[in-house]
Structures are given as structure tokens and as C-alpha cells.
């Protein structure tokens, strides 16, 4: 009995592995990461530039947390996740780390991210029932939508974990009307997205 339990689950897997060779994810985050990694290392390089010829990097995220409250940045970086992803999640990393409380701002900014995508889905599961909207955003997301139908759980999980705009991942979820619970359950990764960029970026400021 254990004997065929195991030999049907690594058939499972193997198939779902041949679907996903075969539908093109394993090509998608490829190039993806790749995308990714450009803008990281551009960001990188102009931080360390910054840093090093203009302004003392150390110094201005020192001014913020003494100018603004955690607050008032946590709630600008909500509404950014909540549109769009405007602005990089790693500026705001880097400011946690400069906090009084860095774990905690962190947390709080992972939380934030959480949310704002759970906003976004909501956002998408809205539009579809604004039809000049819906028919917009169908053309523009085409192929966001359609990989979001193929790959489901899975394009959910690259999208928390990679630097790809979470917060399109989720309208397009929300407009296939991917399941609500298991959507909460993938964008749990992007706590680990936080946690594992903190490691670098708390490093370097």
C-alpha cells in the first residue's frame, strides 16, 4: 500500500512537473529572474554611489525615522503596494533597518505588503463587474491574466517571493477569481521576501 501511495504521488508530481515544462512557468521565472536581477543590482549600485558621492545613505534614512513617524511611512508603503507596487519595497527595507525597532518595522512593512495585495485582489475581483474597466485592464494584462489561469498557485508564490509587483499578480487573481483562501495562504511568502531582503540590506546601511 505505502508502495503505490509513494509511486502515485511521484506520478503527481512528475506531471505536474511535464504541465509546467510543458505550459512554459519554468521559462517565465527564468526570465523573470532575470528581469529581476538588473533592477537589484542597479539599485544596489545607485545606493552605493549615493552613499559614496552624494549623501551619506546612513545619515538621510537616520533623518526619516527621526522626521516621520513608523506610521506614516508604513502607510505610504501600504498605499504603494495597494497600487501597483509604485515604489520599491527596499527603500523601505532599508528604513526599517535604520528604526529604532528594525524587526518590528519590518514586520510591520511585510504586513503591510500582505494586506495591500489582499486589497489588490479585491481590487481585481471589483473591476470585473465594471465592464469598460474590466475590458481595459483584460487587453493591458493579457498575458498576466492567462498566466494566472495556467499556473494558478504557483505564478501567486513567484509573485510574493521574486521582485515582480505583487500587487499585479494579485488583481489578475482576482479577476480569474482565484480562490480567496488559497491566494491568503501563497502570498504568506512574501513575510519570507522581507526577511530574506532584510538580510542583505541591513547589511549595506
Not at 43 to 72: H, N, Q
Not at 108 to 117: K, M, Q
Not at 145 to 150: G, L, Q, S, V, Y
Not at 184 to 201: C, H, S
Amino acid at each position: 500500500m505505502k508502495k503505490k501511495a509513494k509511486s502515485k504521488k511521484k506520478s503527481r508530481i512528475r506531471l505536474l512537473h511535464q504541465y509546467y515544462a510543458y505550459t512554459g512557468f519554468y521559462r517565465f521565472v527564468w526570465k523573470s529572474v532575470k528581469k529581476a536581477i538588473l533592477p537589484i543590482i542597479l539599485f544596489v549600485g545607485a545606493l552605493l554611489a549615493l552613499d559614496y558621492f552624494v549623501l551619506d545613505i546612513e545619515k538621510m534614512l537616520v533623518t526619516v525615522t527621526e522626521t516621520y513617524s513608523p506610521l506614516g511611512i508604513i502607510s505610504v508603503f501600504f498605499i504603494s503596494e495597494s497600487l501597483l507596487g509604485l515604489v520599491p519595497p527596499e527603500l523601505f527595507i532599508a528604513w526599517s533597518g535604520k528604526s529604532a525597532s528594525p524587526i518590528l518595522n519590518l514586520s510591520l512593512l511585510a504586513t503591510a505588503s500582505y494586506c495591500g495585495g489582499i486589497v489588490s485582489y479585491h481590487i481585481g475581483r471589483g473591476i470585473t463587474k465594471i465592464r469598460y474597466v474590466h475590458e481595459q485592464l483584460e487587453v493591458k494584462m493579457a498575458q498576466h491574466i492567462a498566466n494566472t489561469r495556467k499556473w494558478g498557485g504557483f505564478l501567486i508564490i513567484v509573485g510574493a517571493l521574486l521582485p515582480i509587483p505583487f500587487s499585479i499578480t494579485s488583481i489578475a487573481a482576482g479577476i480569474i477569481k482565484f480562490p480567496f483562501p488559497s491566494y491568503l495562504m501563497f502570498g504568506l511568502l512574501r513575510y519570507v521576501r522581507f526577511y530574506l531582503y532584510a538580510l542583505v540590506i541591513f547589511e549595506m546601511v
